[in-house]
């Protein structure tokens, strides 16, 4: 929803029936730290509690293959957002979820790297006290469970969890089940989006327009004990077409992931 007004959106998210919101920081956002004022800060947590919104996550952009210039940035980026978080409801701060950048091909050559990166987010996140939520991305070094989890073993910190979206892992072959077993014990957070394609070239869609069976899905959260937020990422392949349209696109994946959570077990 980064064409509408952030009041506008949120009054419109719960009227649909949205029960979770969050907030993209990221670069020509009206949420982007440098331009969300702490008076606009101030009426966007006024607006979620009258609204009873949820935001659980807060959207930052950071990679672990970063030259040093922008590894600094990207810590100034955590602290900023820690920031936010605390400004929009001090008492339950919105943790925080990124993907992890690099290719795919590179990951030999620079899981070392990265884990070392990842150790510094770990140190600024747990002074900031706040936890950051790590994505595995079909086009990215982390692309798989298993190098995700590699990373959370060499770092060792609680400051640092799990964002799955099983989207990145369908295009690649990988089981619903077989992600999920491996990611859920250590997942604060949920983004769901379909996706048709291969690995090298692919498109995301909404939620419905894909494959993902949403009845499974819900039932093998559940199995799996989760609880916590799912919420609809709609990517840059689909907001930034002409005509794309938010209200439409965010009543559409209400309709479709409320039917199948409703037929769930």
């Known amino acids: 929803m980064k064409t509408l007004p952030l009041s506008e959106a949120l009054k419109t998210c719960a009227e649909i029936g949205y029960a979770n919101v969050e907030f993209a920081l990221n670069a ?9 004022t702490a008076e ?12 009873k919104l949820d935001l659980p996550c807060l959207m930052v952009n950071l990679s672990l293959t970063a030259d040093d210039k922008a590894h600094a940035q990207a810590l100034q980026t955590i602290r900023d957002a820690a920031q936010v978080a ?22 030999e050559q620079q899981k070392s790297g990265m884990a070392e990166r990842l150790q510094s987010w770990a140190e600024t ?6 936890t950051i939520t790590i994505k595995a991305h079909v086009g990215s070094a982390v692309n798989s469970p298993e190098r995700l989890l590699w990373l ?3 770092v060792k910190s609680p400051a640092i969890q799990v964002a799955y979206d099983y989207s990145h892992f369908e295009l690649q072959g990988i089981g619903m089940e077989e992600s999920m077993k491996l990611l859920l014990p250590r997942t604060k957070f949920i983004h ?38 799912v919420v609809v990422e709609v990517s840059g392949q689909i907001f930034n077409k002409p005509g794309y349209e938010p209200v439409a696109a965010a ?14 077990i």
């Open 28 to 36: 020509g956002y009206p949420t982007e730290p440098k331009v969300f």
């Open 192 to 229: 769901v989006k379909d996706s048709v394609g291969e690995p090298g070239k692919f498109q995301f869609l909404l939620p419905g327009e894909g494959r993902t069976d949403y009845v499974k899905y819900f039932n093998a959260l559940k199995q799996h004990g989760y609880t916590g937020p």
């Open 125 to 130: 996140a747990e002074k900031v006290k706040t």
């Open 40 to 51: 606009a800060r101030q009426e966007a947590a006024r607006q979620l509690s009258a609204l």
């Open 152 to 154: 959370l073993e060499q």
């Open 251 to 264: 009543k559409k994946c209400y309709t479709v992931l409320a039917d199948a959570k409703a037929k769930a």
């Open 86 to 107: 605390v400004d929009l409801n001090a008492e339950r701060p919105a943790i925080l979820e990124t993907v992890c950048g690099g290719k795919p091909a590179t990951w």
